[in-house]
């Protein structure tokens, strides 16, 4: 079921239970809501399912959560500029869903994949308690998008209600190199995050097993 009505276009997959919690799917660049709602079937029904879709359109059919450019000696950088204020979109979102469909306000979840998991993280980091379970699948933790790292540290420490990390990557991945995602659990252990970290032998994408694997992962800890 498609809604234009919010801040942000998106699919639905509804709970079969009122008040359920959370899982907003965010996919990654040149994608669309279509990508990762692919997974909705096989999620647990009592699970409300959002997949929402990037604002920076990339003809014919993707989006992205914010531009890549390249420059003349080939490498590339992200517009940090744009990735903020999606995320300040993401912000008003996730507030329209609370007070539009009948979701647990505090059973909050975000998949991510590729720019998708590199706002995942950036979001728990912003807001620190909001989200229960974060999974980022074949991305990387870009510190350029958490202000104040240190002050983050030690909240974090500090929090009641922390949040569970659930990150893979495929060893063989050409988009996003192995080294960069390895550096997310060196940041989840100085934080003392309840995390999981799983390699899989595939490229710029999610496996089977990765999926499985994942889908234990969380509703284990969602409900």
Do not use: C
């Not at 647990?44 to 604002?55: M, Q, T």
């Not at 995942?120 to 912003?126: C, V």
């Not at 999974?135 to 983050?152: F, H, P, Q, R, T």
């Amino acid at each position: 079921m498609t809604n234009t009505s919010l801040s942000i276009k998106h699919i639905i997959r509804p709970a079969v239970q009122e008040n359920a919690p959370l899982l907003l799917l965010l996919h990654g660049y040149g994608s669309n809501e279509e990508d990762l709602f692919s997974f909705s079937s096989e999620i647990d029904p009592n699970i409300f399912v959002v997949s929402a879709r990037a604002p920076y359109e990339i003809p014919p059919y993707g989006a992205a959560w914010y531009a890549i450019n390249f420059d003349a000696a080939g490498g590339k950088f992200s517009d940090l500029d744009q990735a903020k204020s999606s995320m300040e979109l993401l912000d008003t979102f996730i507030e329209e869903l609370k007070n539009s469909y009948s979701i647990d306000p505090n059973n909050i979840n975000l998949l991510g994949f590729s720019q998708g998991a590199i706002l995942s993280y950036a979001l728990s980091f912003k807001h620190l308690g909001m989200f229960n379970n974060v999974v980022a699948m074949s991305g990387y933790l870009n510190k350029e998008l958490i202000e104040n790292e240190d002050n983050v540290v030690a909240r974090f420490r500090e929090s009641v209600k922390k949040t569970n990390y659930f990150i893979s990557h495929g060893t063989m991945d050409q988009v996003i190199p192995l080294d960069w995602a390895s550096e997310a659990p060196k940041f989840m252990s100085e934080l003392k995050a309840d995390y999981l970290y799983k390699n899989y032998p595939i490229g710029h994408g999610v496996s089977r097993d990765n999926f499985y694997d994942m889908k234990e992962w969380l509703e284990k800890r969602i409900f």
